[in-house]
C-alpha cells in the first residue's frame, strides 16, 4: 500500500512533536531534581548565532503546522514566539498538536501537485506541495527538533537516541 501525503505530514509531524514534549518534560524532571534553573534551558543555545532552545521549539511548531496548512491549501494558527518558560513551550506544543487533529485528511490526499509557495531569505520559493513536504518541510522541523534535543544534550540533561526516537 502506497503511504499517502496525509500519512506523510500529520502522524510524522505529530509523533515528533511528541517526542519534543517527551524531552522537554524528561529535562525538566531532570533539572528540578538538580536544582538546575529551568530558565537556563529555555534560554540556552549551541553557539551564539543560532536559535536558544525555545527558538528551536517554536520553528519546530510553525515548520509542521505551516507545513501541514500549507499542503492542505488552509491557513495555520499564528502563535506569537513569547515563551518564556516550560510551562508556555510545552502548551505551544499541544496547541500545535491539537491544529494538527483538525485537519482533515481529505483536504491533503491526493494534492501532491498543488503549488506552494513561500517566502525564503533568497525571495519566493516554488513547491508542488509533494516536493514542499520532502524537500523542505519534513527536513526543517526535524532539523528544529533535532537542534533541540541537541541544546538539552549539551547542557548535561539525560536524554539519550532512544528519548528522541521514543517506543515503537
Known amino acids: 500500500m502506497a503511504l499517502s501525503m496525509y500519512d506523510l505530514s500529520v502522524p510524522v509531524f505529530s509523533r515528533g512533536l511528541g517526542q519534543?514534549?517527551?524531552?522537554?518534560?524528561?529535562?525538566l524532571a531532570h533539572a528540578r531534581a538538580n536544582d538546575i534553573d529551568p530558565a537556563t534551558l529555555v534560554?540556552?543555545?549551541?553557539a551564539p548565532d543560532m536559535l536558544t532552545l525555545a527558538g528551536q521549539i517554536q520553528r519546530a511548531s510553525d515548520a509542521s503546522k505551516l507545513g501541514v496548512a500549507r499542503i492542505a491549501g488552509i491557513t495555520a494558527p499564528s502563535f506569537p514566539d513569547e515563551e518564556k518558560t516550560?510551562?508556555?513551550?510545552?502548551?505551544?506544543?499541544?496547541?500545535?498538536?491539537?491544529?494538527?487533529?483538525t485537519v482533515d485528511r481529505t483536504l491533503i490526499d491526493g494534492q501532491e501537485e498543488r503549488p506552494v509557495?513561500?517566502?525564503?531569505?533568497?525571495?519566493?520559493?516554488?513547491?508542488?506541495?509533494?516536493?514542499?513536504?520532502?524537500?523542505?518541510?519534513?527536513?526543517?522541523?526535524?532539523?528544529?527538533?533535532?537542534?533541540?534535543?541537541?541544546?538539552?544534550?549539551h547542557k548535561g540533561m539525560p536524554i539519550g537516541k532512544m528519548d528522541y526516537l521514543g517506543k515503537f
Open 20 to 27: 519534543l514534549t517527551h524531552l522537554l518534560e524528561k529535562s
Open 43 to 46: 534560554d540556552a543555545r549551541l
Open 86 to 101: 516550560y510551562d508556555e513551550l510545552l502548551a505551544r506544543i499541544a496547541k500545535t498538536q491539537d491544529f494538527l487533529a
Open 117 to 153: 509557495t513561500i517566502k525564503a531569505r533568497e525571495g519566493e520559493a516554488h513547491f508542488t506541495a509533494q516536493r514542499y513536504l520532502l524537500q523542505f518541510a519534513l527536513p526543517n522541523f526535524f532539523f528544529h527538533v533535532t537542534t533541540a534535543y541537541d541544546v538539552l544534550r
